[in-house]
């Protein structure tokens, strides 16, 4: 079997068994049989560029292939072949290869592999053929070159330079000379400067994933895992919700009626009648408060005096009595339109002045008055003056201030060019998105928050 031309040329039919051994790869061999010359030459030809064995039954006969027989078609072109070849050898030893005595099986190999081939007849293995064994002195492949054994994408290569730090460790150990010491000097600086510059790429890595919307407990998480604290334990079940509701529905179970005796069950049944009664009973007891409110009572409570002045806002407090039908007009041309409007999350805020006695309500919802409220991430309060944002950007900035500090520690090791950028996402953006806001405030607030920039640049530098 020729390993080149086994796609181009079907196999030929041996009837006799030739198995073959070989110590290596890169060779291939092929049974060939005697009826069509013209595949014969076509693979012997290969003998000029490759490695090629053929071997089986031929049934050539040719003074030249030492057989006894008279000289037939395959075998006068096997004799032209192997004239015309030069690089084609054939290994035979004149033995019989078939029971009555015929030499049919034939192995031819090419020059390169006839040097220290040794062909033979298998002393026990045999049917009407006898089996041969023919060994070549072919090398093993050469395997592919393994993988790398460091990963050069992956840190840098600090597995590498740490390799090579403890390899100079314990060569000064067994030789400790001023050479030796200056050598393990250059590779621990060397193996540090990579180790920065690694940890450093995964800083900035992970500080462009930052913005005003970043929880504080994501940060402080992933401050802690930086640092080489232990990662948080994991939960202690990996689905509390329905463990939980498992639990509550075995225990309502448990202190379920049904749990309790017969006889228990049936006094129960006998005094819920009795129950009834008494609070049908207690229903119907009159009481000092059930009465309604009387006119004379009605006109005490009603407001005699003048409206007030209005303030700056124009608003009086006439106004504010009939906002209630005025603003359920607007929920209605809102509901129109596909708005909808929580009623939950809806406060009600008075403008620069004090809080009126009258109720909003909003979709039957009696609406809170508030003196500041959060709308879209901003906190807007009753005089406009913005000292609540004010307050809660300091407190939200000074948190993330704390985590950029911890980022400085020695475990984690952020250089400036990672606390500028953590400053520019985390901390920045805050103060950006209330751009503004802060026109609107005064300058002893503006001088508060121009603290938060001077305690960032003194942890940097």
Known sequence: MCSTSEEHHPPLQSSSPSPLRGRGGGTGARAAGG???APAGELLSLASHSSVLVAGNLNAHHPMLQSPSPTNEMGRHLAVLLEDIPHI???YTGEATHT?????????????????????????????????????????????????????????GL???????????KLYKKRPNPSNLRLL????????????????????????????????????????????????????HPHPQQEAERL??????????????????RTQQQLQLHRDEAIREAMEVADMTDRPFSLQELQQAKRRGRDTATGADGVPYSMLAHAGPAGDTALEKCQDLGLKISA???????????????????????????????????????????????????????????????????TAGATFSVLRLYYVQAVRSLVDYSALVLLALSPNQQERLEVVQNTAMRTML
């Open 35 to 37: 009826r069509p010359p």
């Open 89 to 91: 050898r054939l290994l």
């Open 100 to 156: 009555r005595g015929e030499r049919l099986d034939l192995t031819l190999v090419s020059s390169d592999l006839a040097a220290d081939a040794i062909w033979q007849v298998h002393p026990t293995l045999t049917s009407n053929h006898f089996a041969t064994l023919t060994s070549l002195p072919v090398a093993p492949p050469v395997p592919p070159r393994p993988p790398p054994r460091w990963n050069i994408r992956r840190a840098g």
């Open 159 to 169: 597995e590498q330079h740490n390799h090579r730090v403890n390899l100079h460790r």
């Open 185 to 236: 000097q250059e590779v621990v600086v060397r193996a540090w400067q990579v180790s920065l510059r690694a940890k450093e790429d995964k800083w900035l890595e992970w500080c462009t994933t930052f913005s005003q919307h970043t929880s504080l407990g994501q940060m402080w998480r992933s401050v802690r895992t930086a640092s080489g604290a232990a990662p948080p334990r994991p939960a202690a």
């Open 248 to 265: 509550a529905t075995t225990f309502t179970s448990r202190g379920s009626s049904d749990q309790l005796p017969l006889h228990t069950r």
């Open 344 to 410: 939950e999350k809806t406060r009600a805020m008075m403008l620069k002045a004090a809080d009126p006695a009258w109720q909003l309500h909003v979709q039957g919802i009696d609406l809170a008055w508030t003196n500041s409220y959060q709308y879209l991430g901003v906190w807007v309060d009753k005089r406009l003056s913005f000292t609540t944002h004010a307050t809660y950007l300091r407190e939200r900035t000074q948190a993330r201030l704390n985590v950029m500090r911890a980022m400085t520690r020695p």
